[in-house]
């Protein structure tokens, strides 16, 4: 038995290694996995795997949100349900709340990404990074484009889901362990906020409300669940855990641009999904009525940080390079660039505009090498 196990194990590696043969990234190739990306998790890792019960080469979710500055590793454990293994800060995202929309927006993704080993990187210059898969068939249905967004190392990114390399190294072996445990891919959910009402609501304002909305309910299905949702496009649209109807003879076919088939979604995601939208939507409904503050539709900055690196890496979020909703927001509310009254973005900038700035959005224009796609 214990033979058994050790040459499954030595099979898996090699079938492993194989996959991940290193992926052209700013000329590089090799075909020796360098040593970081094969080291072993830590004795403290393992021993909370451990303690909540999850086998090392379980599946793994991986979940994203901006505002927070938050990344999730959640694990499948013996129950065969994904429960929260660990939270990693975020050192650096890049844009501003929202999907991506074309190459050199600056724009970190939002949505459902599925990655397989190929997406693995060990000899990325920003030290491991995962290619999120970006872009997947929804953004190509909305005529999304862009390459090379990864979550990486560094904590340097311009569209990327940048963290430390001590942070990277261990998500990327998490994510090496459950490919060596079976799972051909795993998911990666990525969000521009918490999705709860509270949030939505100071958020009512945005021209992507709609879209968030549709990332809610994939959301809804998983942490109602635990489960990971199976996502399919259709009409340009996410759909979640559908399945075919009752005593259907076909099975589901989904073309991201065509209308969608006739489908049901699971009965037992279903109920528990419905009940959670019904409180959430009663709590943001008295949310509206008690005029809760809105905030404003562009943030003028780049990105964000975690607050736990600010004093670590100062002046790495910055203001906004590029303004990737200009060419469509029917009005943004005034940047206070400057403020003489000491206000949060003097304290931010310093003297850096000592002098007033007019941003006048209809004429602002940039050098062209701000556009230039992030390269991992």
């Known amino acids: 038995m214990i033979r058994a ?61 901006k505002e927070e500055a938050e990344l999730e590793v959640w694990k499948e454990d013996t129950t065969g349900r994904f429960q929260i293994l660990k939270i990693y800060p975020i050192c650096r995202w890049s844009g501003d709340l929202g999907p991506k929309l074309q190459e050199g927006d600056r724009q970190a993704p939002e949505g459902f990404y599925t990655i397989t080993p190929e997406l693995m990187n060990p000899n990325s210059n920003f030290y491991l990074a995962i290619n999120v898969g970006y872009p997947n068939s929804f953004d190509k249905a909305n005529n999304r484009d862009g390459s090379s967004l990864m979550i990486h190392g560094d904590c340097s990114s311009s569209g990327c889901y940048a963290m430390t390399d001590e942070q990277i190294s ?8 459950s490919f060596l445990g079976g799972q051909p891919s795993f998911q990666v959910q990525a969000y521009p906020f918490r999705l709860t009402p509270a949030n939505l609501a100071r958020h009512r304002n945005s021209p992507n409300l709609a879209f968030w909305k549709m990332l809610k309910i994939g959301n809804d299905h998983f942490e109602t669940t635990h489960l990971e949702p199976k996502v399919d496009v259709c009409n340009r649209l996410y759909v979640f855990d559908a399945q075919p109807p009752p005593n259907s003879p076909n099975p589901l076919v989904f073309n991201p641009t065509d209308k969608c088939p006739a489908f049901v979604v699971n009965p037992k995601i279903a109920r528990r999904a419905l009940e959670k939208k019904r409180t959430d939507e009663l709590e943001y409904a008295q949310l509206l009525k008690d005029n809760v503050p809105a905030a404003p539709i562009y943030s003028g900055l780049d990105g964000g940080m975690n607050k736990a690196f600010l004093a670590q890496f100062p002046g790495r979020v910055t203001l906004a390079k590029v303004l990737p909703y200009a060419s469509y927001l029917p009005q943004l509310p005034p940047i206070p660039w400057v403020d003489n009254d000491g206000s949060l973005t003097s304290k931010w900038f310093g003297t850096l505009f000592s002098k007033p700035i007019v941003c006048d959005l209809a004429r602002a224009s940039f050098p062209s090498n701000v556009l230039v796609g992030h390269r991992c």
């Open 170 to 177: 261990e998500i990327y072996s998490l994510a090496r362990d």
């Open 5 to 65: 196990m050790v040459l499954r194990a030595l099979v898996l590696t090699a079938a492993f290694a194989v996959g991940l043969t290193p992926v052209t990234c700013l000329g590089e190739n090799s075909n020796r996995l360098p040593t970081k990306a094969t080291k072993e998790l830590s004795p403290e890792l393992l021993s909370l795997l451990r303690q909540k019960k999850m086998p090392k080469y379980s599946p793994i979710v991986v979940r994203l949100f």
